[in-house]
């Protein structure tokens, strides 16, 4: 880490069993660790970034731990103490998020003072920020706060939806006419502010008032739907601030209605990562990583044009290979996975351009670049190094057609072997990053089907 600074370190303790108690507990034994993990275990692109190092302590409860994180770089955090509660074997996960500013190396530890004198493995990590600026040594942690947590209160880790029936249509955890969307209101790192849209459909004649509640909380707010609303209306539910002591990353509105109906689920990464081994959803197939993209990329491209059709009436999606590493096996999807799929995790925002400027962008810039990837609304011919065939919700694109686009603002940029978007018109910079996009899909359209790869033609 010579020469780079690491900074801001968040530490979060999460309970996978057992309650916070007062009073003094008798020494319990044994004491045994589970297995130390990063996420991401290693990280190439944007900087500053956020690595979550994280290991389980199994413990006959009642018992008192008593313990502090390590580092490599020698520094120690401030020593902590949890009562665990209850009886019987207990597992409480512990784990610290750690602030990035450059390239680095290392690892932490849970050093374990009480009931025993015990060390975890270590959880090791490395960093490789792309154009970032050499900075001078200093402290390299520093910011430390904590929080505790329990599965099933409003600060447990994001549950995901329920998987979604047998039959052809997606998503059939969630009832039809109750959407919810994400509009950030601040810069994409933490701390953020951003705000919960609601979106009802098939909604039946003449004024009515809507009870809802973000799951997790206990007050019910009202919404007050006008007579004359066609069928369809939407407002802002909620204004959220997270920083880095929220213990939330995921948002789900609930309805005071029969059948207990809930919306979409909404997440964001950047003041709390996930646990890397919790299932955001399910994968029908294998959905592959080609060398120009394939399918990975269509369900990257769709997830992405779904975070923010919503609030900013984006009509398609464009993602490029860079930095995509893998794609996804049949089966369950942990968390991690979306981290080994796209590190990076960069803001999606969206931008406006004529279909003559669009044909121009969609020609690599580098053959090893491979071809943008759009969403299912879009497809495109590659001839010769020109765009001969394009065409939106099957229609041609005109020269003149302006078409809303959705994409990651370093691809935008012109930094991932593409044109540069110049010329084009910004629409909002207001969208989650694309993991969460991502996440927020999978979830919702469990299990996830797998794209066939054919919305790009290269001749």
Same mark, same amino acid.
């Given at each position: 880490?010579?020469?780079?600074?690491?900074?801001?370190?968040?530490?979060?303790?999460?309970?996978?069993?057992?309650?916070?108690?007062?009073?003094?507990?008798?020494?319990?034994?044994?004491?045994?660790?589970?297995?130390?993990?990063?996420?991401?275990?290693?990280?190439?692109?944007?900087?500053?970034?956020?690595?979550?190092?994280?290991?389980?302590?199994?413990?006959?409860?009642?018992?008192?731990?008593?313990?502090? %994180?390590?580092?490599?770089?020698?520094?120690?955090?401030?020593?902590?103490?949890?009562?665990?509660?209850?009886?019987?074997?207990? &597992?409480?996960?512990?784990?610290?998020?750690?602030?990035?500013?450059?390239?680095?190396?290392?690892?932490?530890?849970?050093?374990?003072?009480?009931?025993?004198?015990?060390?975890?493995?270590?959880?090791?990590?490395?960093?490789?920020?792309?154009?970032?600026?050499?900075?001078?040594?200093?402290?390299? %942690?520093?910011?430390?706060?904590?929080?505790?947590?329990?599965?099933?209160?409003?600060?447990?880790?994001?549950?995901?939806?329920?998987?979604?029936?047998?039959?052809?249509?997606?998503?059939?955890?969630?009832?039809?006419?109750? &959407?919810?969307?994400?509009?950030?209101?601040?810069?994409?790192?933490?701390?953020?502010?951003?705000?919960?849209?609601?979106?009802?459909?098939?909604?039946?004649?003449?004024?009515?008032?809507?009870?809802?509640?973000?799951?997790?909380?206990?007050? %019910?707010?009202?919404?007050?739907?006008?007579?004359?609303?066609?069928?369809?209306?939407?407002?802002?539910?909620?204004?959220?601030?997270?920083?880095?002591?929220?213990?939330?990353?995921?948002?789900? *509105?609930?309805?005071?209605?029969?059948?207990?109906?809930?919306?979409?689920?909404?997440?964001?990464?950047?003041?709390?990562?996930?646990?890397?081994?919790?299932?955001?959803?399910?994968?029908?197939?294998?959905?592959?990583?080609?060398?120009?993209?394939?399918? *990975?990329?269509?369900?990257?491209?769709?997830?992405?044009?779904?975070?923010?059709?919503?609030?900013?009436?984006?009509?398609?999606?464009?993602?490029?290979?860079?930095?995509?590493?893998?794609?996804?096996?049949?089966?369950?999807?942990?968390?991690?996975?979306? %981290?080994?799929?796209?590190?990076?995790?960069?803001?999606?925002?969206?931008?406006?351009? &004529?279909?003559?400027?669009?044909?121009? *962008?969609?020609?690599?810039?580098?053959?090893?670049?491979?071809?943008?990837?759009?969403?299912?609304?879009?497809?495109?011919?590659?001839?010769?190094?020109?765009?001969?065939?394009?065409?939106?919700?099957?229609?041609?694109?005109?020269?003149?057609?302006?078409?809303?686009?959705?994409?990651?603002?370093?691809?935008?940029?012109?930094?991932?072997?593409?044109?540069?978007?110049?010329?084009?018109?910004?629409?909002?910079?207001?969208?989650?990053?694309?993991?969460?996009?991502?996440?927020?899909?999978?979830?919702?359209?469990?299990?996830?089907?797998?794209?066939?790869?054919?919305?790009?033609?290269?001749?």
């Amino acid at each position: 880490m010579a020469g780079r600074r690491i900074g801001g370190l968040v530490a979060v303790v999460a309970l996978a069993s057992g309650t916070l108690v007062s009073g003094a507990q008798a020494a319990p034994h044994p004491v045994s660790f589970g297995t130390a993990s990063a996420l991401p275990k290693t990280h190439t692109g944007e900087c500053p970034t956020t690595v979550t190092l994280a290991t389980t302590v199994r413990v006959k409860a009642p018992a008192t731990l008593k313990y502090a %994180w390590t580092f490599s770089d020698g520094d120690t955090g401030r020593a902590r103490t949890y009562k665990v509660g209850g009886k019987g074997l207990k &597992t409480v996960r512990l784990s610290t998020s750690v602030k990035v500013d450059g390239d680095a190396r290392g690892w932490g530890a849970v050093r374990l003072a009480s009931p025993v004198r015990k060390t975890s493995g270590r959880a090791s990590f490395a960093v490789t920020c792309t154009g970032a600026d050499e900075v001078g040594a200093g402290d390299v %942690w520093d910011s430390v706060v904590t929080t505790v947590e329990t599965p099933g209160e409003p600060g447990d880790q994001a549950t995901p939806p329920p998987p979604a029936q047998s039959g052809d249509t997606p998503g059939q955890h969630r009832e039809r006419g109750a &959407t919810i969307a994400f509009e950030r209101t601040t810069a994409v790192k933490c701390p953020v502010t951003f705000k919960v849209h609601g979106y009802f459909e098939d909604l039946p004649e003449g004024a009515q008032t809507v009870r809802y509640r973000r799951v997790g909380t206990e007050e %019910w707010k009202t919404v007050n739907v006008p007579a004359g609303h066609g069928g369809a209306y939407s407002t802002v539910l909620e204004t959220l601030a997270w920083d880095w002591e929220t213990a939330e990353n995921s948002v789900r *509105i609930e309805f005071d209605q029969p059948g207990g109906r809930r919306s979409n689920v909404l997440y964001y990464f950047a003041c709390r990562p996930p646990s890397g081994e919790a299932i955001v959803g399910e994968a029908a197939g294998d959905i592959a990583r080609t060398g120009t993209g394939g399918p *990975i990329a269509e369900l990257v491209a769709d997830a992405m044009l779904e975070s923010v059709r919503r609030v900013t009436g984006a009509e398609t999606a464009l993602v490029s290979i860079y930095g995509m590493r893998q794609g996804l096996k049949k089966g369950p999807i942990p968390f991690i996975d979306l %981290w080994h799929i796209q590190p990076a995790g960069f803001a999606v925002d969206v931008r406006s351009m &004529t279909g003559a400027q669009l044909k121009k *962008i969609l020609v690599p810039s580098s053959p090893s670049a491979g071809v943008l990837t759009p969403s299912a609304s879009l497809r495109y011919t590659l001839t010769g190094g020109a765009v001969t065939e394009l065409t939106l919700n099957g229609k041609p694109v005109s020269d003149t057609q302006v078409v809303k686009i959705a994409a990651n603002y370093h691809l935008m940029g012109g930094w991932q072997g593409f044109p540069q978007w110049t010329g084009s018109t910004r629409v909002a910079t207001s969208g989650p990053d694309d993991k969460a996009a991502l996440a927020a899909y999978i979830a919702d359209h469990s299990p996830v089907r797998v794209p066939k790869g054919d919305r790009v033609t290269v001749r």
